[in-house]
Antibody, heavy 119, light 107 residues
């Protein structure tokens, strides 16, 4: 069974750094791109970027280039999303999702990690 | 970027009735259009891809149609578990943008 399990909720202050994780199981993790999707409170879905765990090839959506860093550790089947300096506007639910092999759509999703940034 | 516009923002439907949701792309995305369902407190779930192909395990009451810039998702007879928010997503161009969503609520 394909599963993506994300790290737990985080409460941080503006200016702090953060790294959240997504661990895959039930499939060959290195062979499928993983995407990170943001959902701000009461809002829709936005793709931040994708990573290919096999070689860490990464693509960012233009709106998020330079705002976040996506990485992976294939030895433990994990993908990461990190911020060097959080802002209140980063408060959102963040989902990781497995991309199908042929297209830029997502067939399995993690349960989400709620990030709250508040002073 | 391609702008995906969904309408209406909210659709009030009685159980057993038909619901039709619309999604329009700012430029052609061919048939590279997916629909996702999101229930409160849950992650999105893939319903439809290729504009009209149901994903694994999706009931036949869900159907998709369209190509180019105009797409529809139809739920033929709404069940209680179908009340949720529905998002379209184009995957013809980078980045693969989502629409703003349509909330299907109980009338």
């Amino acid at each position: 069974e394909v599963q993506l399990v994300q790290s737990g909720a985080e409460v941080k202050k503006p200016g702090e750094s953060l790294k959240i994780s997504c661990k895959g199981s039930g499939y060959r993790f290195t062979n499928y791109w993983i995407g990170w999707v943001r959902q701000m409170p009461g809002r829709g879905l936005e793709l931040l970027g994708i990573i290919y765990p096999g070689d860490s090839d990464t693509r960012y959506s233009p709106s998020f280039q330079g705002q976040v860093t996506i990485s992976a550790d294939k030895s433990i089947s994990a993908a990461y999303l990190q911020w060097s300096s959080l802002k209140a506007s980063d408060t959102a639910m963040y989902y990781c999702a497995k991309k199908v092999d042929t297209d830029l759509r997502f067939d399995y999703w993690g349960q989400g990690t709620l990030v709250t940034v508040s002073s | 970027e391609i702008v995906m516009t969904q309408s209406p923002a909210t659709l009030s439907v009685s159980p057993g009735e038909r619901a039709t949701l619309s999604c329009r792309a700012s430029q052609s995305v061919s048939s590279k259009l997916a629909w996702y369902q999101q229930k409160p407190g849950q992650a999105p779930r893939l319903l439809i891809y290729g504009a009209s192909t149901r994903a694994t395990g999706i009931p036949a009451r869900f159907s998709g149609a369209g190509s180019g810039t105009d797409f529809t998702l139809t739920i033929s007879s709404l069940q209680s578990e179908d009340f949720a928010v529905y998002y379209c997503q184009q995957y013809n161009n980078w980045p693969p943008d989502f629409g703003g969503g349509t909330k299907v609520e109980i009338k």
